[in-house]
Structures are given as C-alpha cells and as structure tokens.
C-alpha cells in the first residue's frame, strides 16, 4: 500500500502562494490518482482537488476553483497543490490521499492518507 508524506505548508499573509507537495512511496505511483483535502478547526474535512494517475484530468471545488492548481510528476512520485491568492479562509491541516479509482472526489474512495500539512493565512 502506498504511504504519502506532506510538506510545504507554513504561516504565510493573505494574497501569498504556497506550493504543497505529497511524497509518494512504497506503491506503483502512477496506478493512483491522488487527492487533496484539507479541514479547518471545528470544520469537518473537505475535498480541495484530485488529479488522475497521469495528470490528464483534475477536478477542483467550486470554493477554490481559479485559485489553486494541482499537478504530479509521476518520475519524482510527487504530486503538488499550488495554492495562489490565499485568504484567511484557506487556513487548514492540508491532506493528500491515494485512491485505485481513476479520479475521485469522494473520501471514502481514497485508502491511504498522509498525516497532513499546516497551512496558517493571516490576514
């Protein structure tokens, strides 16, 4: 089964960029497509955006949609969430996940998890 690791978040200002990435290892890379979803303090956690095994297709939430990007490099096992325009909302524990599925959006469909990366925007 593949482990993920995430890495990149940080305390950034409003308006700043932040690209994450999640680390794949341990598992055939390009037989996943991979998913971000993040969760805010109190809030429960929700879909961010996912792409499909080889990067052809990706789906985003209407919430983040123009403002985020999500790409992969299957030779470097990596897939990576480009957060641009960051607003105080945006502010969450970052998470990537692997489904056998072609491209998903939905939590049950993703079988392994990272452990998550903070993301703090002030305003």
């Known amino acids: 089964q593949v482990q993920l690791v995430e890495s990149g978040g940080g305390l950034v200002q409003a308006g700043d960029s932040l690209r994450l990435s999640c680390a794949a290892s341990g598992g055939i890379f390009s037989t996943y497509s991979i998913g971000w979803f993040r969760q805010a303090p109190g809030k429960e956690r929700e879909f961010v955006a996912a792409i499909s095994r080889i990067g052809g297709s990706a789906n985003y939430a209407d919430s983040v949609k123009g403002r985020i990007a999500i790409s992969r490099d299957n030779s470097k096992n990596t897939v990576y969430l480009h957060l641009n325009s960051l607003k105080p909302e945006d502010t969450a524990v970052y998470y990537c996940?692997?489904?056998?599925?072609?491209?998903?959006?939905?939590?049950?469909?993703?079988?392994?998890w990272g452990q998550g990366t903070q993301v703090t925007v002030s305003s």
């Open positions: 996940a692997a489904s056998n599925a072609y491209i998903t959006t939905l939590t049950p469909d993703f079988g392994s």
